[in-house]
Structures are given as C-alpha cells and as structure tokens.
C-alpha cells in the first residue's frame, strides 16, 4: 500500500522557494509509520503467503500450481467451499434484510426508544466467541430452541391441534440445518453493525425529502421504494461489502457450531495449518482462493447492484 | 435535523392495529437482541440437572454459584482479564497514533490516490486473518514477540488499521482546508493547527474508532491463539472451556467477558451519533 504514496503529486501548490520536503514533510513524516507497519506486518505476509500457495512442499519448486490442483481434486474443500457460500449468502441476506428493518423502526420516534436502541445494539458488545457458546447453548439437542419449540407443540396440543415435535440436533445434523444455524448465530451478532450504518443513511436524507414524498401522496410502501432506498444506497453498499468481507472469512462460530460436520473455507485453513496435518502451503492456496471469492463477490457486486456508485469518497 | 424542525410536519395518526403490529415487532427485537445473553446468564447458575435431558426446563428455577466460585477462585479468570484488557488498550493506542496522523495525510492526498489507498487498504482484509496471522507469528517468534502482550496488540492492529484508516479518512476530509489554512493565516503553527483545530473537530470520529479497535482487540481470537503459549487471553479461555468445561463454566467465563463490553456499548451508543460514521460512507 505504501508504494502508491511516493508517487503521489502534490495537492497544493509548492511553496515559494521551498522545497517539496518543505511542503510536505509534516504530511510525510505523518504516515510514515503507518507505512512501515503496513509494509512490516500486512503486505509482507500477504506476499509470504502467495509465496507459499505457489510453492511445492515436495521438491521446493516455484512456482507451482500443485497446491491449487490438490485442492481442487478434495472433497473437502469443495465441501467447505460450498459451505461458506451457502453460508455467506444466507448471512448476508439475513443481516443486511434485518439491519434495514431495524434501521427504519429506530429511525421512527416511539416511546422507549432510546431504551430499545440500546438493547437492539448490544449484541454488539458480545465477542464472537461468545455468541458462537451462546448459541451452542440454544441449538444444542437439549438446548432453549427445542425446549421452545417443544413448548409450542404442547400449546399447539391444548388448542387441538396436533404436532409433533422431534427435538432436532441443529448442530451436529449436517447439511442445512447446520448451516443455517450457523448464519443465524452470525446474524445475531452483527445485525447492529448493519443497523448502524443505515441509520447513519437515513439521517443523511434530508427531511424535507420524505415530506415532499408524503404531501404528493405516495404511501409508507412506495415512500420506502421510490424515495428512500434509493438514496440509502451507497450506505446498503458500504454494508453489504463490510459485512460480506467478515462473512465469507466466518470461522470462529463455525469451529463452535460446525466443526464437526459441516467445514467451511475457514475452518478447512484452520485444520490444514494446525498440528495433525501441519500443511502450510495447502493452507495458503486455500486463504488464496477464500480472497479471490470475496474480491470476485464485491466486484459483482459492485458491478449488478451498486452500478457506478462510489463507495468511498 | 432538530426537534422544531420536525414538529410542523402534519402526519397522519397511524391506526391502533398498525400501532399495535410496531409495538409487537419491536418487542420481539429487542427480546431477540436480549435473550442469548440473558441465556447465558441463567446457564452460569444452572444445576446440572437443568441442562440435559430429552427434556430441558425453560428456566432455572434452583439456581446455584457453584460454577461461579470454582470459575473464580480456580485462577484462570483473572490472568486472562488482566490480559485482554491490556492488549485491547495497547491496540487502541496504536490505532490512534499510528492511523490518525496517517489517515490525516491520506484525506490530503488527491482524490484518486486517496480513494485507491483506502480501498487497498481494505483489500487486504479480504485475506483470511489467517494468512497474515500465520506469517506474524512465525516472525514474532524469531523477534522474541511471541506470548508477549506487545506482540499481540501489534498483531491486532493488522487487523484494525484498514478499517481506522478509513473511518478517519472520512472524517479528515471533512475538515475543511480554509479552516486550517486561517489558523496558519493567524500565525499557528502546522503541529499547533492540527491539534487545536483539526482533531477537536474530528473528536467523534477518534472516540468511535477508538472504540472499534478496543472492541476488535477484546473480541479477536485467532491471532491470540497463534501468539499464545502460555497467558491465555479471555477469548481463548472461553473457547477452551466450550472444549472441555463445563456449559456452566462456560458460560461463567463468558458473562465476565460480555458485562463490562455490553456497559461500554451502552454508555458509548448514546454518543456513538450514526453521522460519526456518515464521513466514511458519503456516496
């Protein structure tokens, strides 16, 4: 990151009769220490890692593409490939569907607000690690989701209408149940990330803007349509990507919820790197092509949904 | 967006049912939001009997401190605390001294480069921490910097500084430059315009980073477990205890990492204005 800024051109004009030094050392002296860190402890490794994935743990040869081929022919990787898709998309459909009807209900004025406010962003606050045990705790086979659902048939039985309930073990299951399981753990954690930012886009929306949609008479429904989400767009954008990022490198609440059965890339990196198998090169080609998938994501996304918008300034 | 201007506004009343609908779905959020963690909190006092059985009750309604006294006299909750707490506070320092002036800088740039370095920047968390986490360790170990608290909190803000940057950036350029360009008129130093002109004005910004990097540090798990051969941070002990703890262990060790974190959330979001992350998203 650090090489783009030594061929940056002023932005202001020079000073009379000083040097470029003059003008701008301040400026440099600044981020010079953001530069080396950057260059010492992310671009390094980065590099180490491709380094890595090319490279042959058998004979040492450079470059070679046989840890991509050895990934390609496992069925776990496909599998956990597969996964974090199945994953990532349910996450992100979740968060980004439950963040915006969050945003929209705190941006209304009601009794209690702020108190809601707080409650709804608390989840904020919890480490990952602990929701992926909170959740361990809710979707165990003896755990509060089949004890609630249990509840349910029973209520359902008083009222005469009969269901029966098997109580499910969500984690240990396989397939979807699992998956899901592990999206909505996800979910719960970070909706008040999504939350946030769209708040932050509906205050940007000048009021005069909604009011001018009511007087010409377009109800709540074609307000939210034609007037609104449009103009949260840039901010749905910046969502989506923040969170698509973090969603597609899910681990932590995968190994608690899933690690057993249902791998995800994450997870497999995790398991080729640590000590049974002890592969790094493996472990590097798989991180690689985790980085082409978020990068191919965005770049579609940015491309189907966002058009030309621009995320940054 | 003040109170007054909003009053003239002429809105028609919703009906009872819609107002009803709102007040159930509101509810059902914030006990949605609510609920795990009130969980945890009874599965820290449940007996065991409470937990298994084809059959679990709903509540604990015998609840005991056993698993809280062995939790907290058996000496493996303190020295992880001290820890976390330590390497969340190195993390947040760094992040400031080290993003601030850097973004400051980047926001000046001009607006193609600006915009490439923060997107680059970003870029890079798309590699799974792993990678990166992998390589700091092994190089970490050669320095000496492994198993130490420095050496985590340096770890940390791999993590940290992309999204810094660009929170800070956005914020930066919103400073207007005839700002400084006055207190310079006015005889101010540059280091002098900085600080009493540019970092008052970006002072929210500052305080919700700070708060991002302190959250990221208290909650990260991976490069504390690649870093960590013997102080286990509280994350690590956690998940040690999902291992082979028991549930109400467990969760015990989970409350004493969530309470302090759920007071900071709820102190801070009443200052954590959305338009302090506005700078960053401007379309």
Redesign the interface.
């Known amino acids: 990151m650090g090489g783009r800024l030594t061929v940056w051109r002023p932005g202001s004009p020079r000073a009379p009769g000083g040097s470029w030094i003059r003008a701008h050392g301040l400026e440099v002296a600044l981020v010079l220490p953001l530069v080396a860190y950057l260059a010492l402890l992310t671009a390094a490794p980065i590099v180490e890692t491709v380094r890595l994935s090319v490279s042959s743990p058998l004979d040492g040869g450079f470059p070679s593409l046989g840890r991509y081929r050895a990934l390609l022919a496992s069925d776990l990787f496909r599998a956990a490939f597969r996964n974090t898709l199945v994953v990532a998309l349910l996450s992100l459909v979740l968060e980004t569907g439950l963040g915006l009807a969050l945003a929209l209900t705190l941006h209304r004025r009601f009794p209690l607000r702020g108190l809601v406010r707080t409650l709804v962003l608390l989840p904020l606050g919890v480490p990952t690690v602990v929701s992926a045990a909170v959740m361990l705790l809710v979707f165990a086979r003896s755990g509060y989701l089949n004890a609630l659902l249990l509840v349910g048939a029973d209520a359902l039985g008083v009222l005469g209408i009969e269901w029966r309930f098997e109580p499910v073990a969500w984690t240990v299951e396989g397939g979807l149940p699992t998956l899901l399981t592990v999206a909505v753990a996800d979910t719960w954690k970070v909706v008040p990330v999504v939350t946030l930012i769209l708040l932050a886009g509906l205050q940007a929306i000048p009021e005069e803007v909604e009011e001018a949609a009511r007087v010409d008479g377009a109800t709540g429904w074609r307000r939210l349509v034609g007037v609104i989400l449009p103009l949260l767009v840039p901010y749905l954008t910046a969502a989506v990507i923040l969170r698509a990022i973090d969603a597609f490198r899910i681990f932590e609440v995968a190994l608690v919820l899933a690690g057993r059965v249902e791998p995800v890339l994450g997870t497999f990196i995790w398991n080729r790197y640590a000590p049974p198998t002890s592969d790094p090169f493996t472990a590097a080609a798989a991180a690689i092509v985790l980085f082409a998938l978020i990068l191919g994501f965005v770049v579609l996304y940015l491309r189907l949904v966002a058009g030309r918008q621009e995320v940054t300034a | 967006?003040t109170e007054a201007?909003?009053r003239p506004?002429p809105?028609e009343r919703p009906r009872a049912g819609t107002r009803l609908f709102?007040?159930a779905?509101?509810a059902i959020?914030?006990a949605?939001?609510?609920c795990?963690?009130l969980?945890?909190l009874m599965?820290s006092v449940a007996p065991g009997s409470a937990?298994?059985?084809?059959?679990?009750?709903?509540f604990v309604t015998t609840p005991t401190f056993r698993f809280w006294r062995v939790v907290l006299e058996g000496g493996d909750l303190w020295a992880p605390l001290g820890k976390s707490f330590a390497v969340a506070v190195m993390t947040t320092a760094g992040a400031l001294?080290?993003?601030a002036?850097?973004?400051?800088?980047?926001a000046?740039?001009?607006?193609r480069?600006?915009?490439?370095?923060?997107?680059?920047?970003?870029?890079?968390?798309?590699?799974?921490?792993?990678?990166?986490?992998?390589?700091?360790a092994t190089?970490f170990a050669q320095l000496g910097l492994a198993d130490t608290y420095l050496g985590l909190a340096?770890?940390h803000?791999?993590g940290v500084?992309p999204l810094v940057?660009?929170l800070l950036?956005?914020a930066f350029?919103g400073v207007p430059r005839d700002l400084e360009a006055a207190a310079a008129i006015d005889g101010a130093s540059?280091?002098a315009t900085l600080g009493r002109v540019v970092l008052p004005i970006t002072a929210p910004a500052l305080a919700v980073t700070a708060l991002f990097a302190w959250?990221y540090s208290?909650?990260e798990?991976?490069y504390a477990r690649l870093l960590t051969t013997s102080q286990n941070t509280?994350?690590l002990q956690?998940?040690q205890?999902?291992d082979r703890g028991t549930?109400q262990q467990?969760?015990a060790v989970?409350v004493v990492?969530?309470l302090p974190?759920?007071g900071?959330?709820?102190v801070l979001?009443?200052h954590?204005r959305?338009?302090a992350?506005?700078g960053?998203?401007?379309?």
């Open positions: 967006m201007a909003r506004a809105r709102f007040a779905w509101v959020c914030a949605a939001a609510l795990p963690i969980v945890l599965v937990l298994f059985g084809e059959r679990p009750p709903l001294v080290l993003g002036p850097g973004a400051y800088t980047i000046r740039l001009p607006a480069v600006r915009y490439g370095v923060v997107v680059g920047l970003l870029v890079t968390r798309m590699l799974p921490e792993f990678s990166i986490g992998v390589s700091v190089r340096l770890a803000l791999t500084l940057a660009w950036v956005g350029e540059r280091l959250l208290w909650n798990f991976l509280l994350p956690v998940f205890a999902i549930r467990m969760a989970a990492l969530v974190i759920l900071v959330v709820a979001q009443r954590l959305p338009g992350l506005a960053a998203i401007r379309g």
